[in-house]
């Protein structure tokens, strides 16, 4: 169960852009490694837990409406009732800005760019905790 990867991939809308330009707001990415953790939590303990602190958190790119990200998770640590995890936010189809294409002209990225990197420590009280409901996540 430790290293056993979630990955959620979504698209960010305009509605996610907060910024000039439909630039994302780099706290949408932590919204979804909240969702990666939850989704983690879940499969490994049957709750889906606290999410207790973030201990390190990196914006390495930029996003922007429309572009296609991955956010990945797994748990490196794991103590009676607290699970510390890795997170990574990677870009994989991003629009074309070229004013000789249409405006939904788009690119499957040939390598992801990493845009965020994260460590966090979530909690499932040991009296929630009723086993791994995904057999990859058995202990």
């Known amino acids: 169960m430790i290293g056993e990867k979630v990955i959620i991939r979504t698209r960010m809308s305009t509605a996610d852009a907060h910024y000039a330009g439909d630039l994302v ?11 990666v953790a939850t989704e ?4 490994l ?13 990196d914006f390495l790119a930029p996003i922007y409406a429309g572009d296609f ?21 990677y870009k994989v189809i991003q629009l074309v800005n070229d004013p000789g294409m249409s405006e939904s002209a788009a ?3 040939e390598e992801p760019i990493l845009c965020g ?5 979530m909690v499932v009280k040991k009296e929630l905790q009723r086993g791994a409901q995904d057999p990859a996540f058995q202990r």
């Not at 707001?25 to 969702?35: A, M, Q, R, Y």
């Not at 983690?40 to 499969?43: E, F, P, S």
């Not at 303990?45 to 958190?57: H, K, M, N, S, T």
């Open 25 to 35: 707001n780099g706290s949408k990415i932590l919204d979804f490694f909240g969702d």
């Open 40 to 43: 983690l939590l879940i499969r």
């Open 107 to 109: 690119e499957v990225l």
């Open 45 to 57: 303990d049957g709750d889906e837990g606290l999410f207790r602190a973030y201990e390190q958190v």
């Open 69 to 89: 990200m991955e956010y990945h998770g797994w748990i490196e640590e794991m103590g009676n009732s607290s699970r510390k995890a890795k997170f990574e936010a």
């Open 117 to 121: 990197t994260a460590t966090g420590v």
